[in-house]
C-alpha cells in the first residue's frame, strides 16, 4: 500500500468532522496538512466527494495557497533570515553557500526529502545577525564555517 494511503483513515474521520460545517473545505485541508503533515493526493478525490466539489476546485484551493504542502514535509527545514539586518552582515553571501552547498534553490527541498530551504524575514534575533532557524531552534552570528558545519550535521547523521 503506497504510505499516502495510510492517512485515509485519518482524512475519512477529518470529513466526518467537518464536512458539514459552513466553508468546510478549507478547515478540512488545514485539518489534514496538521495530521500528515501535507495533504497527500489521495486525499483530493475524498475531499471532492464528501464536499460535492469537482477535484479541479480542490486542486485549485491547495495550489492557490502556498501553506499548503502536496508533499511530505523535508526531515529538516533551515530557514535563512533575508531581512535587513541579517542582510547587512552577510545573509546574501550565506544564501549563495547555501544553495551551492546543498544545490537547492532559495525554496528548494533535497530529492531524499532530508532538508528544505526557507527564507524568512526576521526571527528577532537582529542584534546577533546573521541568524538561522533550523528546525526550530535559532543559531545567531553565523559565519560560512559555522553554516557548513550545521548542514553537515544534518545531512550527515539525520539529527541537527
Ligand atoms: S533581520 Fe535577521 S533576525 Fe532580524
Redesign the pocket.
Known sequence: MPDEMLHLPLIHRLLERHKDTPGALLPILHAIQEGCGYIPAAAIAEIAHALNLSQAEVRGVISFYHDFRSTPPARHTLRL???????SMG?ERLAAQLREQLALDDHGTSADGQIALRPV??????A????LELDGRVH?RLTPERLRELVSDCLEDGTC
Open positions: 533570515c533575508r531581512a535587513e539586518s541579517c542582510q545573509a524575514y526576521c526571527l528577532g534575533a537582529c546577533c545577525s546573521p541568524a545567531a
